[in-house]
């Protein structure tokens, strides 16, 4: 593999994963008050406090991913989130049988892009990149 190809996939990695998580985001930053509610049904504390911090973690760390910037800490952040996220609202194990294919399913997906999260995390943005352009300086 080229350089240049593995940068151009790094990009576009970047940008798949980022699609998770920015339209999250912001879905979550525009209608605080039902996230919160959301997120108080689910017995989470601070309920309007932690969906203003969940909905600017997801939307700021999916546009740091697409542009680049700062994605070995993004990339762990974010990664640690859906570890979080999946163990709250993806508790497969402790939901009714008629639940229990779906979420399993959705778990999984998680653990996935935790794994591409991660990557970001060790491997770094790629040439395409706020932070490598930021390294030639």
């Given at each position: 593999m080229t350089d240049k190809y593995a940068s151009y996939i790094s990009l576009a990695g970047r940008?798949?994963?980022?699609?998770m998580f920015i339209p999250a985001g912001f879905g979550k930053l525009a209608n605080i008050s039902g996230t919160a509610g959301y997120f108080a049904s689910s017995g989470l504390?601070?309920?309007?406090?932690?969906?203003?911090?969940?909905?600017?973690?997801?939307l700021f760390g999916g546009l740091a991913l697409v542009v680049g910037f700062q994605?070995?800490?993004?990339?762990?952040?974010?990664?640690?989130?859906?570890?979080?996220a999946n163990l709250v609202a993806h508790a497969y194990?402790?939901?009714p049988?008629?639940?229990?294919?779906?979420n399993q399913l959705l778990f999984m997906k998680n653990i996935s892009?935790?794994?591409?999260?991660?990557?970001?995390?060790a491997l770094g943005a790629g040439a395409y990149s706020v932070d490598a352009?930021?390294?030639?300086?």
């Open positions: 940008i798949l994963l980022a699609l504390p601070f309920a309007s406090v932690l969906a203003v911090l969940v909905g600017a973690l997801e994605v070995r800490w993004v990339g762990l952040a974010l990664a640690l989130f859906t570890l979080g194990w402790a939901m049988e008629a639940q229990q294919m779906v892009v935790m794994g591409g999260m991660l990557l970001i995390s352009l930021r390294s030639k300086r």
